[in-house]
């Protein structure tokens, strides 16, 4: 039996974007990237033939990179950071620094770093949202790509379980 993937990798299917990192008693300086994001499907060919329609999954994965496009990404899941928020905005703090962010420059995500592997898994769980809400019950993996430099990617990878399985 044939296996089938499709994967789109497009210009727009990018976000610029600023972060910065904590791990080992170290806090890198803030800083940003200019993401590129690649989405891989597999299954089998559905009622039309498709693994997936590739002008559904463009528009599901563009819809995610605008949410996270000039903004800073600060990780909500991170025990070395200190994080407040009110209705202005978030005050970070790190050991000696302390930022200061306003609230419409910001998406908080539910990581423990901003790492380009934990986007690539907070973004496939977006579109594992965005695929139910299609009906995409037949596909059987999902591989998110995200590129902070050219040459430097990292990969979330998760199979899909199936519906009647």
């Not at 610029?16 to 989405?39: D, K, P």
């Not at 949410?67 to 200190?82: C, G, I, K, V, Y």
């Given at each position: 039996?044939?296996?089938?993937r499709?994967?789109v990798?497009k210009?727009n ?5 600023g ?8 806090c890198e300086?803030?800083?940003?990237h ?6 891989t ?14 002008v ?7 819809a995610?990179?605008?949410?996270l496009?000039?903004?800073?990404l600060?990780?909500s899941?991170n ?6 928020s ?5 005050t970070?703090r ?12 910001v ?8 790492t ?5 898994a907070w973004?496939?769980d977006?579109l ?30 998760r ?7």
């Amino acid at each position: 039996m044939p296996a089938y993937r499709v994967r789109v990798v497009k210009d727009n299917l990018v976000f610029c974007a600023g972060h910065f990192i904590t791990c080992e008693g170290v806090c890198e300086s803030l800083h940003g990237h200019n993401y590129r994001v690649a989405v891989t499907l597999e299954g089998p060919l559905d009622e039309s033939e498709y693994v997936f329609d590739f002008v559904a999954l463009k528009r599901m994965t563009k819809a995610i990179c605008d949410r996270l496009d000039h903004r800073l990404l600060l990780p909500s899941h991170n025990p070395l950071l200190d994080i407040q928020s009110d209705a202005s905005g978030f005050t970070v703090r790190y050991q000696h620094k302390t930022y200061v962010f306003p609230r419409e420059d910001v998406v908080q995500l539910p990581v423990p770093n901003t790492t380009a592997e934990h986007l690539a898994a907070w973004i496939g769980d977006q579109l594992v949202v965005a695929l139910a809400a299609e009906g995409a019950s037949h596909l059987t993996a999902l591989e998110v790509e995200v590129e902070e430099t050219v040459g430097q990617s990292a990969f979330c990878r998760r199979e899909l379980s199936r519906a009647g399985r």
